[in-house]
């Protein structure tokens, strides 16, 4: 695989994008949450991209240059933790934002299971740097299948692309020398399981 490959998947599987992606599966799943209306669909997208993807971005700089962070990326374990609580905080916000529209509850619960995971993952990260990109595509794989069982949704076919997906994006992360291989499959199972649990429990 050539790095400029690696490094684009890397960058499109970008945990941060994780919810934006997610949003886009339950809006083209087929089920009654695809029938919601446009404008519904609009603002809801628009809550979690400020609050999952722009304001976090935005916050790397002034970290780094208050050297909470060494580097923009956040490579370093000890260096995630500090992020990862603030985006917690601000996944926190879109779901008091997303409580006040009275939303779907698989919505709500599917952020607010991303919080939570956030969370854990900041505690874990301070002694092992587990694979955040991982914990996305296992989070993603779990929705896909909570949806089938759950809203008896057709999305097999998504489903299947979804884990070979992820074994992409595992391979590209292990090409770089980012993560060791048990640090992919800690990733993986630990979004699968947790939001699994969270939509289907």
């Not at 799943?29 to 935005?58: A, D, M, R, W």
């Not at 993603?140 to 949704?153: D, E, F, H, V, Y």
Request: charged share 10%.
């Amino acid at each position: 695989m050539p790095r400029t490959i690696a490094q684009a998947i890397s960058v499109f599987s970008h945990p941060l994008f994780a919810p934006l992606y997610g949003l886009l599966l339950i809006f083209h799943s087929g089920t009654y949450l695809s029938y919601l209306p446009y404008e519904v669909k609009k603002v809801i997208f628009l809550i979690v991209l400020l609050n999952t993807v722009v304001i976090p971005l935005s916050l790397f700089p002034v970290l780094y240059y208050r050297k909470f962070i060494h580097g923009i990326t956040a490579e370093r374990p000890k260096d995630r933790t500090i992020p990862l609580v603030i985006a917690a905080a601000l996944y926190g916000i879109a779901c008091y934002l997303l409580a006040r529209l009275q939303v779907s509850g698989l919505i709500k619960i599917f952020i607010q299971s991303a919080a939570v995971m956030l969370v854990l993952t900041a505690v874990v990260s301070w002694f092992w740097k587990i694979s955040l990109h991982m914990l996305g595509m296992g989070g993603l794989t779990g929705l896909m299948i909570a949806m089938m069982i759950k809203l008896s949704a057709a999305l097999t076919g998504i489903l299947v692309l979804l884990i070979v997906l992820a074994g992409v994006v595992g391979t590209a992360r292990l090409y770089l020398n980012k993560h060791r291989p048990s640090q992919i499959y800690a990733g993986y199972l630990s979004g699968l399981g947790f939001m699994l649990a969270a939509l289907l429990l």
